[in-house]
């Protein structure tokens, strides 16, 4: 497995691909298409990538033996792993806990939001040591709100 840094347009227009489809699968049974399409287009396009990342995020390709998925991070007094998203296929595989282990070499306290009925996820971070710290509902405009768990790593 490998987690390469995103330093072109090429591979930024590879995430922006990959997240239509990625989210189509992960979230069909969670949230409306009309908020899927909306967080896409605020969070997942060429544009809001090259944005986040002039703000200090970074982004990674997921590879196995292909691209099969994406990950951004940001990195301050603790690492807030702000997206770790896989294809279907690559469930279970070892990949999120892998990407952890490499954040886990910051030394800091690693963070995440997450939806409160996305199960498998939740789980998924449970096996790896994260704990639910609180809840937290967050307006995102056009007249959508993101109901999650901040989870937390402290066991570095």
């Known amino acids: 497995m490998q ?5 072109t347009k090429e591979a930024i227009r ?6 239509k489809t990625i989210w189509n699968e992960a979230y069909h049974d969670l ?3 009309e908020q899927i399409d909306y ?3 605020k969070f997942l396009t060429k544009e809001a990538i090259k944005a986040q990342i ?4 970074q982004y990674f390709l997921v590879k196995d033996d292909k691209n099969c998925g994406f990950a951004a991070i940001q990195v301050g007094e603790r690492v807030f792993l702000s997206k770790f998203y896989l294809d279907k296929t690559y469930y279970g595989k ?3 806990r892998g990407f952890v282990d ?5 030394q800091k306290p690693i963070y995440l939001t997450v939806n409160k009925h996305n199960y498998r996820a939740i789980n998924a971070y449970l096996k790896l040591g994260f704990i639910k710290e609180k809840e937290v509902v967050s307006d995102i405009g056009g ?3 993101m109901d999650d768990y901040v989870m937390v790593l402290y066991d570095i």
Request: hydrophobic share 50%.
């Open 3 to 7: 987690f390469v840094l995103v330093e």
């Open 94 to 96: 070892g990949l999120l």
């Open 54 to 57: 002039n703000e200090g995020y």
């Open 14 to 19: 590879k995430i922006e691909k990959m997240a």
């Open 143 to 145: 007249g959508f709100v």
């Open 102 to 106: 490499i954040l886990k070499k910051h």
């Open 39 to 41: 967080m896409l287009s």
């Open 31 to 33: 949230l409306s298409q």
